[in-house]
């Protein structure tokens, strides 16, 4: 698994796709050599720009890993699994148990 790692070539030079380095916010290789990309996103208006991000994304774990099948890539919303372990406004910890 790789989180907020610059992708690089075999030379070591960071891949540069649409004028910037990538960096996916995680990824993953099984064993059989399939790809799974994440963009977890904080904002329903951050989602407009996934889509851009995703293909720059493929563009460079292609690069880094020819040959390989990207089987997923996903924008996520981070926030959805955070909510539940937020504690409301005027509880306390100890008061207010995980759901």
Known sequence: MHVEEIL????????IVNGAKS????YFENDCGELVSFDWKTLGRSALRS??????YQG??????????????Q???WIDYVRP???????TF??????
């Open 8 to 15: 690089r070539e075999q030379s070591g030079n960071p891949i």
């Open 23 to 26: 960096k996916p916010d995680l």
């Open 51 to 56: 889509i851009a991000e995703q293909r720059k």
């Open 60 to 73: 460079a774990l292609g690069i880094k890993y020819p040959g390989h099948q990207i089987v997923t890539m």
């Open 75 to 77: 924008s996520v919303s």
């Open 85 to 91: 372990l937020l504690v409301p406004l005027g509880k």
């Open 94 to 99: 100890p008061d207010y148990p995980y759901r």
